[in-house]
Structures are given as structure tokens and as C-alpha cells.
């Protein structure tokens, strides 16, 4: 599986952005995506999941400003960030392939390229 993701930028704070992240290869094996994100010297950290079926959860600190969505005729999750605020730069990643369960995405050893949001305050 290959994961191409974009959208990243430069947005005053209170802005919004979209990522996207296509994926192809060995697609049939993808049900949940997710997106995360990783600060310099911190953990990555799970932003947003989604399944196949349209389940998703959400880290709390993004509840309300971000919203994940997919097309799976086209193989692409979205992540829509709306009342960006400055602690939301940093890079941000997408996953395919994880496990979905009970509310919780565990991510696969998938990833995209990383794509960076700068929010100027």
C-alpha cells in the first residue's frame, strides 16, 4: 500500500485547511484510515480514524474543529480542519490499513509522507 498525502500550508489561525490522502497498491486490505500527527519530540499522536463504513473517533482536542471523511470509490480520506489554532502546526500523517476496534484505531505499518499545517497566530 502507498499513501500519497497533500493539502498542508501555511493558514492564519482560525483558517481552515483540507488534507487528503490517496492511497493504492494492495488497497483491498484497507478498511479504517486514520490521520495523526507528530510534533518535534513527541509522540505521534492519533488526530482522526475512519472505517470503511464511515465509524470514526476523534483525539479530543480536535472535536468540533476537525472532521474526517473518505471516498472509497477513490481510495481517499480527507481530514477538513476548520478553527485552526497554532498548536495545531506540525506534521501530520495518514495510515491505512490499522485496526478499528471498539472506538480505537491501531494504526498498520502504513504511512504517508507526512504533510506539514503551520498556523500563524
Known amino acids: 500500500v502507498q499513501l500519497q498525502a497533500s493539502g498542508g500550508g501555511l493558514v492564519e489561525a482560525g483558517g481552515s485547511l483540507r488534507l487528503s490522502c490517496a492511497a493504492s497498491?494492495?488497497?483491498?486490505?484497507?478498511?479504517?484510515m486514520g490521520w495523526y500527527r507528530q510534533a518535534p519530540g513527541k509522540q505521534r499522536e492519533l488526530v482522526a480514524a475512519i472505517t470503511s463504513g464511515g465509524s470514526t473517533n476523534y483525539a479530543d482536542s480536535v472535536k468540533g474543529r476537525f472532521t474526517i471523511s473518505r471516498d472509497n470509490a477513490k481510495n481517499t480520506v480527507y481530514l477538513q480542519m476548520n478553527s485552526l489554532k497554532s498548536e495545531d502546526t506540525t506534521v501530520y500523517y495518514c495510515n491505512a490499513g490499522g485496526l478499528y476496534y471498539s472506538g480505537s484505531y491501531y494504526p498498520s505499518g502504513y504511512w504517508g509522507q507526512g504533510t506539514l499545517v503551520t498556523v500563524s497566530s
Open positions: 497498491g494492495s488497497i483491498f486490505s484497507i478498511n479504517a
